[in-house]
């Protein structure tokens, strides 16, 4: 059974980087059939997307975050990270890593991590 | 503000049948972009409902369905449980914004 497990610091200061990586088992990340990506959630808000990657490294970002975001991927450790810079209290949420399935477009979600709330502290 | 409007609440007694809309525009659902849905129980992660348009993930009750015309698409859920309580959310693709995006989301009341 395929999980993911998002990992990195609960707090950030603002104006400071916030770095997370998504641990993958249960597969393998070079898996031609899908796509890794990260989503976020602020308390009591809708889910907004962020960015997604494949394991070559061909990436895509949403336009609103373009400018500060970038996610990579490591096949040698089965993970993939996301690195969001200039944070301030907006970007306080719980952020989940997901598969996307890339069979169907648009890609949609069929497996998530449990997700990890990071807090930006001024 | 979601490109894909979404009910902000629903609500129905146990057994009942609900639908969630989901409408977008000639941009995304119009355009023929499939729509997938997703249930979020309170503290969990969201799980892939439907995806498609109207195709359930292994696992999923025949009880959930979806479906899609024109500019929108519809999550129905008939024989409605307690633990159906959630929040429900679409998603497609948007070629003005040449990205996925989300429905801003649905919270469902099981009365």
């Known amino acids: 059974q395929l999980q993911l497990q998002e990992s990195g610091p609960g707090l950030v200061k603002s104006s400071e980087t916030l770095s997370l990586t998504c641990s993958v088992s249960?597969?393998?990340?070079?898996?031609?059939?899908?796509?890794w990506g990260w989503i976020r959630q602020p308390p009591g808000k809708g889910l907004e997307w962020l960015g997604y990657i494949y394991h070559s490294g061909s990436s895509f970002y949403n336009p609103s975050f373009k400018s500060r975001i970038s996610i990579s991927v490591d096949t040698s450790k089965n993970q993939f990270s996301l690195r969001l810079d200039s944070v301030t209290a907006a970007d306080t949420a719980v952020y989940y890593c997901?598969?996307?399935?890339?069979?169907?477009?648009?890609?949609?979600?069929?497996?998530w991590g449990q997700g990890t709330l990071v807090t930006v502290s001024s | 503000q979601s490109v894909l409007t979404q009910p902000s609440s629903v609500s129905g007694a146990p057994g009942q049948r609900v639908t969630i809309s989901c409408t977008g525009s000639s941009s995304n659902i119009g355009a023929g972009y499939d729509v997938h849905w997703y249930q979020q129980l309170p503290g969990t992660a969201p799980k892939l409902l439907i995806y498609g348009n109207n195709n359930r993930p292994s696992g999923v009750p025949d009880r959930f369905s979806g479906s899609k015309s024109g500019t929108s698409a519809s999550l129905a859920i008939s024989g409605l449980q307690a633990e159906d309580e959630a929040d429900y959310y679409c998603?497609?693709?948007?070629?003005?914004?040449?990205?996925?995006?989300f429905g801003g989301g649905t919270k469902l009341t099981v009365l």
């Open positions: 249960g597969g393998s990340i070079t898996s031609s059939s899908h796509y």
């Open positions: 998603q497609s693709y948007d070629s003005s914004l040449s990205g996925s995006v």
């Open positions: 997901a598969r996307l399935d890339g069979y169907h477009r648009p890609f949609p979600l069929d497996y």
